[in-house]
């Protein structure tokens, strides 16, 4: 299953509204559509975040292709002819089974849901190497629930849901859902005091865009201690970077945790496939741990330009653009997302600079994140630290394209841990700092809410 | 292939034609294309993949109990047989089989082979649960193969365990469950996705109109021949690799390529064997631009007999007859190239 194949961009409908209504002026939403500028791509399908880059030339068009091979390829247990070095202990054995259709995944709905994209990090209190999370002895950084055949997996996932009713100011109620993870049956004693976060996949498109951020522009949006006392802080994470040996700006991961694709790649391969890699993390995730066995060799089960061939994949995924602009309670919406201070964190608009992909560089994006992190509350909180990004902390997501998730996975869900399954739902998950926001939302009559979300539907 | 002059040109002949228009025009209704497509193909697809996978079900439980060179025999025509129908499924990918994890579990490439030896040499019963509950690389069409033609194709009745056979079984147990459950999930008795496609474009469906039931439809031709053209033939072809070549084992490439190519003519014509109204994205094209489904017509066509007429085994020719090999992936190429040059354009300005 091969995703690769060019867009015809539908500019077309924007040209002949501008053309054929000479006569009125009407708002000019031509910016508004181009979510990438250049890189856009118009498609509302349930295949719409798997477009490479409108403006890529024909060499990046074939490294994508290739990429887009070893994103869907499946890993087998070493030895093998092709394809080894998966586990011994591992989440899933390919790159699309968590991130389907390259959208939001799912968490579990059974114990043996083998669909599920969730994956839950571990740590202990404190912080480990470099500053970053400090693995529970025995399970690692992340829980890994799958095994080699024949080997001995960390335990099984159980939780428990929660039910909580939000009021509408207007009368209405939502009913919010959430699950509380554990480890049952796990394949030695867990410590005590162990700190679970449960991240749901999320969409893997535009992610070259959000690299090509320059640093400083992101650092602009901070407002790490609330000088300005408008209640929205804004912290850049600073992370450990493999590749650069050194700190740097978090832009990737539900809390900003990895600086670049490149990483973030070779993270996901080591720790949601168990494949070792040259360079980036050249020792198993399981190094160290008594059920770490079979499947090894001495030597890293990839190469480094496999990591960053892969990577290049989401580098070069375009992002869909809105729809139904000019819809009135569209606009509507809109309105009240920028009156509810939405816009806040959720920045519309950024610019990217100088990228190595030449098709990434200088445009002007609306990827309505400022990728930074925010306090979003108790109840969102995983109160797992993660670098400089505390328990209550989690990045800005990115909006674009995000009216399409349950059309390009309709068991798509939302938020962090995907406890939401309608976007009002996570918009009323939403605390801390969006407390604020939240609440006018929450006293907004109906067909106002309904406004907001039909604006949050057409990005 | 993205050159600005091209959108441009197009952009304006859109704005032309749609200037001219003074009065608005009732949509047309694509009804009778999508439910040709989606009851006559696409559910007589299912429905023949479910039939042919239980028929192998029954012809591996026969091998099991009674091992010998005839069941052996029957067993591996059973698995080309179920075969067809699925790479017949390829040209639509979409809805429960790529949504439920149903393709991982009965198309994962390659074969896990490590885990599967362990797996043999160990204790565990041999059941349709036990084989459920593993990844899909130790289940599925080329686990099945790998165990019914060995690595050589050589393999005797004599050369298997009677692990092999419990194995077998096994599998095929799951492979006609799997096959039994996509049938299930499209049908209106069952699942019903069918009635998204039957109901684009109204409350309830996914599609949000007709017309992105045909893109949906129409991606999904272009992405099959991608895959045939710079994937299945591409990867071992140019890199003169057959452990690239995902049907190896059986040699059965040849046929997996053409029924894959079959998917796109049955979709695009509206004909699954002796099924269908010949109402399929053809009568959409043709209303619009005649010589371009004639041109896709004859190029789907084109590329069948190129593929069939490599000589031997594709294996064989990747060395032996590269430019037998080359001409099928051109043409493979070419029916994609007008799929997205051509047809989608055209069904994205419906």
């Known amino acids: 299953m091969m995703n690769t194949r060019l867009a015809i961009p539908a500019l077309t409908v924007v040209i002949l509204l501008a053309s054929c209504k000479k006569e009125t002026v009407e708002p000019d939403f031509s910016d508004d559509y181009k979510a990438g500028g250049a890189t856009t791509i118009h498609s509302a399908g349930p295949d719409a975040y798997t477009f490479p880059l409108a403006n890529i030339d024909g060499a990046g068009l074939a490294r994508h292709t290739e990429a887009d091979a070893l994103f869907e390829q499946q890993f087998v247990t070493a030895p093998a002819i092709r394809f080894g070095g998966l586990g011994p202990l591992f989440n899933q054995n390919a790159c699309q089974s968590c991130?389907?259709?390259?959208?939001?995944?799912?968490?579990?709905?059974?114990?043996?849901?083998?669909?599920?994209?969730?994956?839950?990090?571990?740590?202990?209190?404190?912080?480990?190497?470099?500053?970053?999370?400090?693995?529970?002895?025995?399970?690692?950084?992340?829980?890994?629930?799958k095994a080699i055949f024949g080997g001995v997996p960390e335990g099984k996932l159980a939780w428990t849901e929660m039910q909580q009713i939000v009021q509408f100011l207007d009368g209405g109620t939502a009913t919010l859902t959430r699950a509380e993870y554990r480890i049952e049956?796990?394949?030695?004693?867990?410590?005590?005091g162990i700190l679970y976060s449960p991240r749901n996949a999320p969409p893997v498109f535009g992610l070259g865009l959000l690299e090509a951020v320059p640093e400083e522009d992101i650092l602009a949006l901070a407002d790490e201690n609330d000088a300005d006392g408008d209640g929205i802080s804004g912290k850049p994470n600073r992370v450990w970077d493999v590749a650069a040996g050194r700190t740097a700006l978090g832009r990737f991961g539900w809390k900003a945790g990895s600086p670049t694709l490149d990483q973030q790649t070779a993270e996901a391969f080591s720790q949601d496939m168990g494949i070792s890699s040259v360079f980036y993390f050249p020792q198993e995730s399981c190094t160290g741990q008594s059920n770490c066995t079979g499947g090894i060799g001495d030597e890293p089960d990839i190469a480094r330009e496999t990591v960053e061939t892969t990577a290049?994949?989401?580098?070069?995924?375009?992002?869909?653009?809105?729809?139904?602009?000019?819809?009135?309670?569209?606009?509507?919406?809109?309105?009240?997302?920028?009156?509810?201070?939405?816009?806040?964190?959720?920045?519309?608009?950024?610019?990217?600079?100088?990228?190595?992909?030449?098709?990434?560089?200088?445009?002007?994006?609306?990827?309505?994140?400022?990728?930074?992190?925010?306090?979003?509350?108790?109840?969102?909180?995983?109160?797992?630290?993660?670098?400089?990004?505390?328990?209550?902390?989690?990045?800005?997501?990115?909006?674009?394209?995000?009216?399409?998730?349950?059309?390009?996975?309709?068991?798509?869900?939302?938020?962090?841990?995907?406890?939401?399954?309608?976007?009002?739902?996570?918009?009323?998950?939403?605390g801390g700092e969006a407390e604020e926001s939240r609440e006018h939302f929450r006293k907004l009559p109906a067909e106002e809410r309904a406004a907001l979300l039909a604006f949050l539907k057409a990005l | 292939?993205?050159?600005?002059?091209?959108?441009?040109?197009?952009?304006?002949?859109?704005?032309?034609?749609?200037?001219?228009?003074?009065?608005?025009?009732?949509?047309?209704?694509?009804?009778?294309?999508?439910?040709?497509?989606?009851?006559?193909?696409?559910?007589?697809?299912?429905?023949?993949?479910?039939?042919?996978?239980?028929?192998?079900?029954?012809?591996?439980?026969?091998?099991?109990?009674?091992?010998?060179?005839?069941?052996?025999?029957?067993?591996?025509?059973?698995?080309?047989?179920?075969?067809?129908?699925?790479?017949?499924?390829?040209?639509?990918?979409?809805?429960?089989?790529?949504?439920?994890?149903?393709?991982?579990?009965?198309?994962?490439?390659?074969?896990?082979?490590?885990?599967?030896?362990?797996?043999?040499?160990?204790?565990?019963?041999?059941?349709?649960?036990?084989?459920?509950?593993?990844?899909?690389?130790?289940?599925?069409?080329?686990?099945?193969?790998?165990?019914?033609?060995?690595?050589?194709?050589?393999?005797?009745?004599?050369?298997?365990?009677?692990?092999?056979?419990?194995?077998?079984?096994?599998?095929?147990?799951?492979?006609?469950?799997?096959?039994?459950?996509?049938?299930?999930?499209?049908?209106?008795?069952?699942?019903?996705?069918?009635?998204?496609?039957?109901?684009?474009?109204?409350?309830?469906?996914?599609?949000?109109?007709?017309?992105a039931a045909l893109e949906e439809m129409a991606n999904a031709l272009s992405i099959i021949a991608d895959e045939v053209g710079n994937g299945k033939i591409n990867d071992p072809f140019s890199q003169q690799d057959l452990s690239l070549e995902e049907s190896r084992f059986s040699n059965n490439s040849k046929a997996d390529f053409a029924n894959n190519?079959?998917?796109?003519?049955?979709?695009?014509?509206?004909?699954?064997?002796?099924?269908?109204?010949?109402?399929?994205?053809?009568?959409?094209?043709?209303?619009?631009?005649?010589?371009?489904?004639?041109?896709?017509?004859?190029?789907?066509?084109?590329?069948?007999?190129?593929?069939?007429?490599?000589?031997?085994?594709?294996?064989?020719?990747?060395?032996?007859?590269?430019?037998?090999?080359?001409?099928?992936?051109?043409?493979?190429?070419?029916?994609?190239?007008?799929?997205?040059?051509?047809?989608?354009p055209l069904i994205s300005k419906l």
């Open chain 2, 1 to 211: 292939m993205h050159k600005p002059s091209i959108i441009l040109l197009l952009s304006v002949i859109v704005l032309f034609a749609a200037c001219k228009k003074t009065e608005v025009t009732p949509d047309e209704d694509f009804s009778p294309v999508l439910t040709n497509l989606s009851e006559n193909v696409i559910l007589n697809t299912y429905l023949d993949l479910k039939d042919k996978a239980s028929a192998l079900q029954t012809a591996t439980q026969n091998l099991e109990a009674d091992p010998n060179t005839a069941n052996l025999e029957i067993a591996r025509t059973a698995w080309a047989a179920a075969r067809s129908p699925w790479e017949q499924s390829e040209g639509f990918l979409f809805g429960p089989v790529d949504q439920e994890g149903l393709d991982p579990s009965l198309d994962s490439w390659p074969v896990n082979v490590t885990d599967l030896n362990n797996v043999l040499n160990g204790g565990n019963a041999l059941t349709p649960e036990f084989l459920q509950a593993q990844e899909g690389t130790l289940k599925g069409f080329h686990t099945i193969e790998y165990l019914l033609w060995g690595t050589d194709s050589q393999k005797a009745v004599a050369d298997f365990t009677a692990r092999e056979f419990e194995y077998l079984a096994a599998c095929s147990a799951v492979l006609a469950s799997d096959a039994a459950q996509l049938y299930e999930r499209w049908a209106p008795a069952g699942g019903d996705y069918i009635a998204n496609v039957l109901n684009a474009g109204k409350t309830g469906s996914i599609y949000p109109s007709q017309k």
């Open chain 1, 312 to 430: 290049f994949y989401a580098m070069s995924l375009a992002p869909p653009a809105p729809r139904n602009l000019e819809d009135p309670q569209v606009q509507r919406g809109k309105m009240l997302f920028l009156d509810a201070g939405c816009n806040n964190c959720h920045v519309p608009t950024l610019t990217t600079g100088n990228h190595p992909l030449s098709a990434l560089s200088y445009q002007t994006i609306h990827p309505y994140t400022d990728l930074l992190l925010h306090d979003m509350g108790e109840d969102l909180a995983d109160n797992r630290p993660d670098f400089e990004a505390g328990g209550r902390e989690w990045r800005t997501a990115p909006l674009w394209g995000v009216g399409l998730t349950q059309v390009v996975n309709p068991n798509a869900r939302f938020l962090h841990d995907g406890r939401a399954a309608t976007l009002e739902e996570a918009v009323l998950w939403h």
């Open chain 1, 99 to 145: 991130h389907i259709r390259n959208g939001r995944s799912q968490p579990p709905v059974s114990p043996s849901d083998q669909a599920s994209g969730l994956l839950i990090r571990l740590s202990v209190p404190g912080s480990g190497e470099h500053g970053g999370p400090a693995p529970v002895p025995g399970f690692g950084g992340q829980f890994q629930p």
């Open chain 2, 261 to 344: 190519i079959r998917s796109i003519k049955n979709i695009y014509t509206g004909k699954y064997l002796t099924f269908g109204t010949l109402t399929g994205l053809s009568a959409v094209i043709a209303d619009r631009d005649a010589a371009l489904d004639v041109r896709l017509k004859t190029e789907i066509d084109a590329a069948i007999a190129a593929i069939e007429a490599i000589p031997g085994t594709f294996g064989d020719a990747v060395f032996n007859n590269a430019s037998a090999v080359s001409d099928a992936q051109t043409k493979v190429r070419t029916i994609q190239q007008t799929l997205e040059s051509d047809i989608l």
């Open chain 1, 185 to 192: 049956e796990p394949y030695q004693p867990l410590p005590q």
